[in-house]
């Protein structure tokens, strides 16, 4: 992939791993646009970065992802690189959860993390099949979809979704001048879940570093520390590794 001169949409691009992403991408001389649900977050980028875009949505709205894909094809159709990163992260004991008056928010989680991935990708895919030049989808999973955290059902089962729909949507399009690349982080040292829960995470600006040495290189699926070692790993291995992280983390909740 070619990381200057591209014009890139980055969903919750400002805080975490996408904060990452747009700090990078504005490194290397690209036009960029973020998009967050966050107000006070998106200004703090705006006067920043004034050059960035930033535009409020909420990525679990399908009408407000519908209009945010209509906005940016309009007012910047050379854009070329989608980035799904926007996600959600709940903790919960399955057990103590009440799935009737609690429902809408561990429904958000789902229509954040993998039905946002699902339309974008597809609305963005058809947009750049009619473009001459390349184009590129980036979609954001986790090392949590190959073996599961289990105090975070959704989020663990949302992400490997992600990774099964990417690998369909690079068989998909391999005919096409866009390229598909999955992202998949270990856990970072981010506020994804709540604040100081992720403190002994890997540090974020070596993991996007690492991140985009794989996208020059041109890697399908590109891990780091934990998660690039769970791509390698056995499906026992996997199993092992999700119950000892159980156990571990079960009084947490």
């Known amino acids: 992939m070619d990381i200057k001169n591209n014009t890139i949409l980055i969903t919750g691009g400002a805080s975490g791993i996408g904060l990452q992403f747009t700090k990078k991408f504005y490194e290397n001389d690209n036009k960029i646009i973020i998009c967050g649900r966050n107000t006070e977050k998106l ?28 906005w940016v094809i309009q007012n910047y159709s050379d854009i070329n690189v989608l980035v799904n990163n926007a996600g959600i992260q709940n903790r919960f004991d399955i057990l103590k959860t009440n799935a009737t008056t609690n429902w809408e928010n561990l429904n958000t989680e789902i229509k954040s993390n993998f039905e946002a ?3 974008l990708s597809t609305l963005f895919s058809q ?3 009619d473009k001459t030049t390349n184009s590129n989808i980036i979609n ?6 190959f073996s599961p955290m289990a105090i ?11 990774h099964s729909f990417t690998v369909s949507l690079r068989h998909q399009l391999s005919n096409t001048n866009t390229s598909v690349y999955e992202v998949i982080p270990p856990a970072l040292n981010t506020d994804l879940g709540g604040e100081n829960i992720h403190t002994s995470g890997a540090d974020p600006v070596d993991f996007i570093n690492e991140i985009f040495d794989g996208l020059v290189q041109g890697k399908n699926e590109i891990g780091y520390g934990s998660s690039k070692k769970r791509l390698q790993m056995s499906k026992e291995a996997l199993d092992d590794y999700a119950e000892e992280m159980y156990h571990t983390l079960k009084n947490t909740i």
Do not use: N, W
């Open 43 to 70: 200004k703090s980028i705006q006067e920043q970065f004034p050059e960035i875009t930033t535009k409020k949505c909420d990525i679990s709205s399908a009408e407000e992802r519908l209009d945010l894909y209509h």
């Open 140 to 145: 954001v999973s986790s090392g949590l979809a």
């Open 152 to 162: 975070a059902p959704i989020y663990s089962a949302t992400k490997a979704a992600v």
């Open 127 to 129: 947009y750049f099949s």
């Open 117 to 119: 991935t699902v339309q």
